[in-house]
Structure formats: structure tokens, C-alpha cells
């Protein structure tokens, strides 16, 4: 039987409350630890976040897959006054949900709390009434489900996370951890949250919009024979040039339509799209060094316009440049 526990508290810190439960797969809870529980002295003196594992009669044995148990140390109480809560599962999404973990979401989001779901955990936050009217996702594979249950909610199966600003959900799994670095990234700027991805060997970035399901060869295959691979390392490279599919198609040597289905099956999303994200965060470490204008900013990484830079950043990062800037700079 394991038993998490809390780090001493701190006045400064911004306090993160996961659900434990009975019956969990420990690993969507496991990403929430290790992403705002660990201590992390490569960052200084930034303060880190309060980690606080929260289940509904806290002390006692909660089993988890696998063959093993946890306890956590605080009840719902704790839970509903955090800053930021995290539900990172149901015990059964086809079932009710308890009253009890209800009451507590409903507070914590009445007193300005971020809201986040992982997995099943968004009829958590569906049964809470909080996704009513809003854009959601959850596991594909609960997706036609969630709808069903929760009419009001407009499910999108297709993406890995979606940010409402104050209530965001995730996909199941591995994009729990793409959302997890989404809101360190959110909070303390590009260079911490790659800090945080490096440390946890993953990429530092994945667009919220990009599929859950990606169709992906059986087959490895050497990265000098892989085309779409050396495409994008050819793209990575060259950045601030112009880049058009027809270019990436030849240096993948392929046929145009050949390149876009199989870049397509192999990320999840377009190559001018993925090209787009790629600028997007590449022009962050810029706006927070403060080095040159917006203008400057966007001609370094290949966009042709500032406004053309100005809709993908705000569409990416739902801030503008400068607010990014604002929030983000070396002098802030």
C-alpha cells in the first residue's frame, strides 16, 4: 500500500487537487504527480505548485490496477478550495456520479477555480453542469457516450484537449499529459514548461487540436528511409523560409497527395498546420527574451505577415503576442 503524501505548504504556492478514487488506473494520476507534485530544483527559486491528492473519505485504502493500493491525505473539502482542480477519471463513466464529488467541483468552480478533466474524469465535470453550452472532449472511446449523457455538451472526439479558459478537459492517457504541460506553460511561460517536458522525456508541445487517433505504421521504420520524418527535421531547419507542401513532398520524395495522406496518418493533423504550430512555438522563447517587435518576432519564424502571425498565435495560445510577452517576458 503506498500513501502520497503532501510537501510542506506554501503561502506562495498555487495550490493543484487531484481525485483519487477506488478502483483508478493509476496512470492518468501518476502524470498529474509527476508533473505538479515533483520538486524540481533545475527551475531555482520559481515557486512550484502545492500538490494535494483528494479522494471522498481520505485515509483509507483506495485500490488501483495493477494489484496495488494508495491512500490519499485530504477529503473534498481540500479539494474544493484548491486553485486548480483535476479530475483524471470516473469510477464509471456509464454510472452516476457521486453527489458528493459533484458538490465539491461546483464550489471549487464558484470560487474562480481552473477546472481540468482528464479522460472519463469530464463527467465529472458534465454531470457538475459546467460543460453546458461549452466545446469538450474526452477518450475517444466515451465520446459518443458523453453526448449521449449530456446533451448539452458539444463533444468533440477528434482532439486531444480544449481550453474554455476556466473549464479545460483532455483526451485519455498520454494527452493528460500534453494538457498537464499546457497549463504549466499557461502559468509560468514556454522555457519552464520545457523544462518540465524535458525532465519527463516528451515533446514540449502538442496543438490541442491535433487528432486522439493517429493511424501509425506496425512496421518501424529507419529514419533515413522515412520520408515524412526527414521532412520535418528538412522544415524544423528552415523555419523562417517559405514552406509549401509541394517542397516537403520532394524532400520526402513523394507525390504531393502521397505526402499529404501519409503525413496526415503519421501526426494527426496537416503539414501546413503542423509548419504553423512548429512557428507558433518557436517564436515563444523570442517574445519572452524580448528580442525585437512582434513584427521582427514573426519574419524570425517564417510568418509572412505580422496580422498572419497575430491570428495563428492568438488562435494557439488564446493571447496575443504581446499579452504572451506581457505575461511571459524576461523582465516580467
Known amino acids: 500500500m503506498l500513501t502520497i503524501a503532501s510537501r510542506p505548504p506554501s503561502e506562495s504556492a498555487h495550490t493543484v487537487a487531484v481525485l483519487a478514487f477506488d478502483g483508478m488506473a493509476p496512470f492518468e494520476l501518476g502524470v498529474v504527480v509527476e508533473v505538479f507534485g515533483l520538486h524540481r530544483p533545475e527551475l531555482g527559486e520559481l515557486p512550484w505548485y502545492e ?34 482542480v ?52 474526452t477518450h475517444w472511446r466515451y465520446a459518443a457516450l458523453l453526448a449521449e449523457r449530456y446533451p448539452g455538451v458539444e463533444v468533440d472526439p477528434d482532439v486531444l484537449y480544449v481550453d474554455n ?55 518501424p521504420v529507419a529514419e533515413e528511409d522515412d520520408g515524412v520524418a526527414r521532412s520535418m527535421a528538412w522544415a524544423l531547419g528552415r523555419l523562417a523560409q517559405p514552406l509549401t507542401v509541394p517542397a516537403l513532398a520532394r524532400v520526402a520524395r513523394m507525390s504531393e497527395r502521397s505526402y499529404l ?41 517564417g510568418f509572412d505577415s505580422p496580422a498572419t502571425y497575430r491570428h495563428h498565435f492568438t488562435r494557439a495560445m488564446r493571447t496575443t503576442p504581446t499579452g504572451y510577452r506581457r505575461s511571459f517576458g524576461t523582465a516580467a
Open 51 to 84: 500538490l494535494k491528492v483528494c479522494a471522498e473519505q481520505p485515509g483509507r485504502d483506495l485500490r488501483a490496477v495493477g494489484g496495488f493500493s494508495l491512500k490519499a491525505e485530504h477529503g473534498l473539502d481540500v479539494l474544493a478550495a484548491a486553485d486548480t
Open 261 to 301: 495522406r501519409h503525413f496526415t496518418r503519421r501526426n494527426g493533423t496537416s503539414p501546413i498546420r503542423w509548419v504553423v504550430a512548429q512557428r507558433v512555438a518557436a517564436s515563444l522563447p523570442l517574445l519572452e527574451a524580448g528580442d525585437g517587435t512582434v513584427e521582427e518576432v514573426a519574419a524570425a519564424v
Open 86 to 137: 483535476i479530475v483524471p477519471g470516473v469510477p464509471d463513466a456509464g454510472g452516476a456520479v457521486s453527489p458528493a464529488l459533484v458538490a465539491a467541483v461546483r464550489a471549487a468552480h464558484a470560487r474562480g477555480a481552473r477546472l481540468v478533466s482528464i479522460c472519463s474524469g469530464a463527467f465529472a465535470l458534465a454531470a457538475a453542469g459546467l460543460l453546458d453550452g461549452r466545446r469538450a472532449t
Open 165 to 219: 479558459g476556466s473549464v479545460l478537459t483532455s483526451a485519455g492517457s498520454a494527452a493528460g499529459i500534453d494538457l498537464c504541460l499546457y497549463l504549466v506553460r499557461s502559468d509560468h511561460g514556454a522555457r519552464v514548461a520545457n523544462a518540465v517536458a524535458r525532465r519527463f522525456v516528451v515533446p514540449p508541445h502538442r496543438e490541442g487540436g491535433q487528432a486522439q487517433f493517429i493511424e501509425a505504421a506496425v512496421r
